[in-house]
């Protein structure tokens, strides 16, 4: 905690910088180098706020029944950032993410720059348009609300979706419009040649003809999100269909390849339905992959099948099925990849977890296998198997061994680094968050969190993330049900989870 001497030196040293014109960003940069304080102390002086005024801020913009007062501000910045217990020292507490984003409008900065302090090159970047922020324009045309703005008289729409902290605009003809809408968007990320009819001749190259279907497997991996779960697996199990058919026709080399393929829709299609709740058919489309992986000897798709089981026993429960799993996954005699070796290592701890045993052992080794990124010759599926897995995965052993406030702050340093259009991962990582606060005993923290999964469940549609979110509920209905925020959280799921019902049936 800054003293009265401190914060003398600090107010001086801001007062003739800003007489010079130099910007806040720039004074919180200079604070940090030259008095050690900590990016969120920095950005308030360089302000020539208070704590108290920070506070009348936030609650004028933000009015709450319960208001901020100084002591919170200053339990915020007295946190030590990412990676530090929020409980040490105890005049200590990590802000929710929430608060973090409301502190970084009030501050004119953003929420990395108070994690993580400002960026030494203040100037604007050149404006790229990323493959994300495209898929999240055309993720948005399925919704009725753009459908209102196409008018007649060749008005063309507008469409606006978030890249970094600003956002990019993006007009189309109605023509243009029309088109996307009815290919769905997910048309306009395919390369052109991935449209063509498919490969009728058994004549044709078994590398080609893999290659044909790898293209369109990989064009709906990376495109998940701009379609339900549902609609991805119609398209997949057609493709899948035309595949058996050109395979029964083709060569022993192409049959081998072909087969190979099939187990990588098998694949895919299984995450999917465990992403609409359908866990019958994950194990039925799992037990399928791994069958026709090792028709083929695809040892790394065959263990990757091991580690799905092992997943899906850890979210129904069944720790000790989860463990041997995790075993045998990583003691099989095969050539495995690291990532999956990393994998084996943290669904292990998670299993361990809910006995109260943190496995510090396997959860480092799998940071050392993550960290050691992929080799060239790993499947293209385990690209999402990176350091940043490791963590959300550390943070559900915390979580499980009952120390929610360290799976806390880990979550809230990864949700900063989520782009805005990864709408899935944003809700399993805010659902998490939620329950980590309710573990910690802070209701309003943890009903906030759930309330902002839910928005991105709507995006995503992914029944997995909404079960999460009702045991969410259960738990703080069951210990707050008369806490406000707790109580709109309730409602507001209630509402979504009948709005779901409705369109299912």
């Known amino acids: 905690m800054e003293d009265a001497g401190l914060r003398a030196q600090l107010r001086q040293f801001r007062n003739r910088m800003a007489c010079k014109g130099i910007a806040a960003h720039q004074i919180a940069a200079a604070l940090i180098q030259q008095y050690d304080v900590n990016p969120r102390v920095a950005f308030r002086h360089a302000l020539g706020l208070t704590q108290t005024q ?52 009030l501050y004119g900065c953003r929420v990395d720059d108070l994690l993580f302090g400002p ?33 007649v008289g060749g008005v063309p729409v507008t469409l606006c979706a978030a890249i970094g902290e600003g956002s990019i605009t993006v007009s189309l003809s109605r023509r243009q419009f029309t088109e996307l809408l009815a290919a769905g968007g997910l048309a306009a990320l395919i390369p052109a040649t991935a449209l063509a009819p498919a490969p009728a001749s058994a004549g044709t190259g078994a590398a080609e003809t893999a290659g044909y279907w790898r293209q369109i497997l990989t064009a709906h991996q990376a495109g998940h999100h701009l379609l339900t779960p549902g609609a991805h697996i119609t398209a997949l199990t057609d493709a899948l269909s035309d595949i058996s058919a050109v395979r029964d026709h083709a060569g022993s080399e192409a049959r081998h390849q072909l087969r190979r393929m099939q187990a990588e829709f098998a694949e895919h299609i299984s995450w999917l339905y465990r992403e609409t709740g359908d866990l019958a058919s994950c194990w039925r489309w799992a037990d399928r992959a791994a069958e026709w992986s ?43 990849p690291p990532a999956l ?68 702050t880990i979550l809230q340093a990864r949700l900063t680094a989520l782009p805005s259009t990864s709408h899935r991962d944003r809700a399993v990582h805010l659902t998490r968050l939620g329950a980590a606060h309710a573990a910690d005993q802070v209701p309003d923290a ?52 009948a709005a779901t019902n409705r369109h299912a049936v």
């Open 119 to 151: 960026s030494r090159d203040p100037g604007p970047a050149p404006t790229a348009v990323p493959y994300h922020v495209i898929a999240d324009i055309l993720s948005s045309l399925d919704s009725a609300g753009y459908a209102e703005d196409v008018e």
């Open 341 to 408: 070796q990393a994998t084996a290592h943290l669904y292990l701890a998670r299993a361990q977890a809910v006995a109260g045993v943190v496995a510090e052992s396997d959860l480092d080794r799998a940071d050392e296998l993550l960290a050691a990124g992929h080799r060239t010759t790993d499947p293209a599926y385990l690209r999402f198997y990176t350091s940043a897995f490791g963590e959300f995965q550390r943070a559900t052993c915390y979580m499980s061994a009952g120390v929610p406030g360290r799976a806390a």
């Open 446 to 497: 943890a009903a906030i969190a759930g309330i902002g999964a839910l928005t991105e469940v709507r995006h995503s549609e992914s029944q997995h993330a909404l079960n999460e979110l009702q045991r969410l509920d259960a738990a703080l209905t069951r210990g707050w049900p008369r806490q406000p925020k707790v109580r709109e959280f309730h409602e507001s799921l209630v509402a979504a989870t």
């Open 294 to 336: 090792l028709e083929t000897g695809d040892t790394s798709m065959a263990t990757y099948m091991m580690l799905r089981r092992a997943t899906v026993a850890l979210d129904q429960g069944h720790h000790a099925r989860a463990a041997d799993l995790a075993r045998a996954a990583r003691h099989a005699d095969w050539d495995v």
């Open 54 to 105: 920070v506070a009348e801020q936030y609650n004028r913009r933000w009015p709450d029944p319960t208001p901020k007062t100084r002591k919170e501000i200053s339990y915020w910045e007295c946190w030590g950032g990412p990676g530090e217990s929020a409980s040490s020292p105890s005049s200590a507490r990590a802000p929710s993410y929430q608060d973090l984003g409301r502190l970084a409008q």
